[in-house]
């Protein structure tokens, strides 16, 4: 499986972004699929996950209200719009295809893509 991210880019604070992963080889339409990001020093965390069971969205905190992840079942790929960006949403941004429960939080994401880099300048 491989997962392609695309769209990311340098944006003013307050603008907006939108990204994009295409999936290819072995079918992940089963996985739940996420967003994550990771800035210079910090760890990598995730930002949004949707659920492949009922489509069901997680989203973290600081990203609430201004992030909408999505999934194109047809297509195959997920997509993150970025409204209202702010500096410390800066990172590189990877998609990431696995399991996700939505009780616990745990998460085991199998597959990787290559990171985009998202930069929000002040």
């Known amino acids: 499986v491989q997962l392609q991210a695309s769209g990311g880019g340098l944006v003013q604070a307050g603008e907006s972004l939108s990204l994009s992963c295409a999936a290819s080889?072995?079918?992940?339409?089963?996985?739940?699929r996420a967003w994550f990001r990771q800035s210079p020093g910090k760890e990598r965390e995730p930002v949004a996950i949707?659920?492949?069971?009922?489509?069901?969205?997680y989203y973290e905190d600081s990203v609430k209200g201004r992030f909408t992840i999505s999934r194109d079942h047809v297509k195959n790929t997920i997509n993150l719009q970025m409204n209202s960006l702010k500096p410390g949403d800066t990172a590189v941004y990877y998609c990431?295809?696995?399991?996700?429960?939505?009780?616990?939080?745990?998460?085991?994401?199998?597959?990787w893509g290559k990171g985009t880099q998202v930069t929000v300048s002040s």
């Open positions: 080889g072995r079918t992940t339409s089963r996985d739940d």
């Open positions: 990431a295809s696995g399991v996700f429960d939505p009780v616990s939080h745990y998460y085991d994401m199998y597959y």
């Open positions: 949707i659920l492949q069971s009922d489509s069901s969205t």
